[in-house]
């Protein structure tokens, strides 16, 4: 096996695959980056039995070939070199990289060891804008469990496709998140749900470019998103997703709408006096046109306000600072509207307009003050 191509282009390469590679099962072959020439192309691999990347780099071709080298390695080596080209010369399992003065010869892996990526065929194809993507995720991203403490299926985000719709909805057990947008799309419906380390990385390879696409292909098991030259291949999550549309009140004794930048700031100013380990409740209190913030620690108590229009009974209410900004600072609106019904009940953020986006956010009980 032997090739040349453009360096910088197969470091870029090498960096975005090997998210890929596995960190945490320590087998050789996965810690590394499958790389096949065919006639005048360079594929690379990286794939940890759940999630796989792979992209294709034109190359000048003198004998095709495979090979595994070590992901961590390569990416080091290709980083440094010195000439905008580099030749890779392979026998065997013997590697030597070649670049202006520089040579280097390491060992490889036999590419009959690596494992094969999972197909997807006969799936649902779908076409998405990369800018209104890259959008609905950091609108519902924010609000999927992570590992530790939740339902598996619900450290994924969920996809729903109907007619001309696309919703993907992200639940953790303390708040929910929807986003709803219109998309060409008149298949049968469907819906999916996807880790959220997949939807990370996916994130990382989108361009806020109007004009492209993502292409999406759903299987049983596995989801392929195609994006520019990459394919980024994933498992599915499987299990009972929360019912969110019964998770969400239908009604409201209090609707405030308020300009959100206001709301966040006035909820950052708690932050110096909450104890990072410990969950000290932010107090919101909604009536005669304000919305008063308070807290106190062993740090100490900080009391704001900001205007805000209330409409309704007078409420009070704790939240946990992180979740509510979380949701303020996706709402991506100049101003909002957040519907209650009482201290025990979850309070509703939406635009004021339309039905883009619905965030919930579970109160914290609040202690009795002096």
């Given at each position: 096996?032997?090739?040349?191509?453009n360096?910088?282009?197969?470091?870029?390469?090498?960096?975005?695959?090997?998210r890929?590679?596995?960190?945490?099962?320590?087998?050789?072959?996965?810690?590394?980056?499958?790389?096949?020439?065919g006639?005048?192309?360079?594929?690379?691999?990286?794939?940890?039995?759940?999630?796989?990347?792979?992209?294709?780099?034109?190359?000048?071709?003198v004998e095709?070939?495979?090979?595994?080298?070590?992901?961590?390695?390569?990416?080091?080596?290709?980083?440094k070199?010195?000439?905008?080209?580099v030749?890779?010369?392979?026998s065997?399992?013997?590697v030597?990289?070649?670049?202006?003065?520089?040579?280097?010869?390491?060992?490889?892996?036999?590419?009959d060891?690596y494992?094969?990526l999972?197909?997807?065929?006969?799936?649902?194809?779908?076409?998405?804008?990369?800018?209104?993507?890259?959008?609905?995720?950091?609108?519902?991203l924010?609000?999927?469990?992570?590992?530790?403490?939740?339902?598996?299926?619900?450290?994924?985000?969920?996809?729903?496709?109907?007619?001309n719709?696309?919703?993907?909805?992200?639940v953790?057990?303390?708040?929910?998140?929807i986003?709803?947008?219109p998309?060409?799309y008149?298949?049968?419906?469907?819906?999916?749900?996807?880790?959220?380390?997949?939807?990370?990385?996916?994130?990382?390879?989108?361009?806020?470019?109007?004009?492209?696409?993502?292409?999406?292909?759903?299987?049983?098991?596995?989801?392929?998103?195609?994006?520019d030259?990459?394919?980024?291949?994933s498992?599915?999550?499987?299990?009972?997703?929360?019912d969110?549309?019964?998770?969400?009140?239908?009604?409201?004794?209090t609707?405030?709408?308020?300009?959100?930048?206001?709301?966040?700031n006035?909820?950052?100013?708690?932050?110096?006096?909450?104890e990072?380990?410990?969950?000290?409740?932010?107090?919101c209190?909604?009536?005669?046109?304000?919305?008063?913030?308070?807290?106190?620690?062993?740090l100490?108590r900080v009391?704001d306000?900001?205007?805000?229009?209330?409409?309704?009974?007078?409420?009070?209410?704790?939240?946990?600072?992180?979740?509510?900004?979380?949701?303020?600072?996706?709402?991506?609106?100049?101003?909002?509207?957040?519907?209650?019904?009482?201290a025990?009940?979850?309070?509703?953020?939406?635009?004021l307009?339309?039905?883009?986006?619905l965030?919930?956010?579970?109160?914290?009980?609040?202690?009795?003050?002096?």
């Open positions: 096996m032997k090739f040349t191509c360096t910088k282009e197969l470091s870029d390469a090498c960096s975005n695959v090997m890929a590679v596995s960190t945490k099962v320590t087998i050789p072959t996965i810690e590394g980056i499958l790389m096949e020439c006639s005048d192309t360079l594929s690379l691999t990286g794939y940890d039995f759940e999630f796989g990347i792979n992209t294709t780099l034109q190359a000048s071709v095709p070939g495979a090979i595994v080298i070590n992901a961590k390695v390569i990416s080091d080596i290709i980083r070199l010195p000439d905008p080209k030749t890779f010369d392979i065997g399992t013997s030597s990289i070649i670049s202006g003065a520089v040579q280097y010869n390491i060992m490889g892996i036999d590419a060891d494992p094969e999972p197909s997807v065929s006969g799936g649902y194809p779908l076409f998405l804008n990369q800018t209104i993507l890259q959008s609905m995720v950091s609108q519902t924010f609000a999927v469990a992570d590992n530790e403490y939740s339902k598996p299926v619900h450290t994924g985000l969920k996809f729903e496709l109907t007619l719709q696309l919703k993907l909805i992200g953790d057990g303390y708040r929910l998140a986003r709803t947008e998309v060409q008149d298949g049968e419906d469907i819906s999916f749900i996807v880790p959220k380390k997949t939807i990370r990385e996916l994130t990382k390879l989108l361009t806020l470019d109007d004009d492209k696409n993502i292409s999406i292909s759903v299987g049983k098991r596995h989801i392929v998103f195609d994006v030259n990459y394919s980024i291949i498992r599915l999550l499987d299990g009972d997703f929360l969110y549309n019964a998770a969400v009140p239908k009604t409201a004794s609707t405030i709408l308020i300009n959100t930048q206001d709301a966040i006035c909820i950052e100013r708690t932050l110096p006096v909450i990072n380990d410990k969950k000290n409740p932010i107090r209190l909604f009536e005669n046109d304000e919305m008063r913030v308070s807290t106190v620690s062993s100490g009391v306000h900001t205007h805000a229009n209330v409409s309704g009974d007078r409420v009070e209410i704790g939240f946990n600072s992180k979740f509510i900004l979380d949701a303020l600072h996706a709402a991506d609106t100049d101003q909002i509207k957040i519907e209650l019904n009482s025990t009940s979850p309070a509703k953020i939406l635009p307009n339309d039905d883009g986006f965030f919930l956010v579970l109160p914290m009980r609040l202690k009795n003050e002096n």
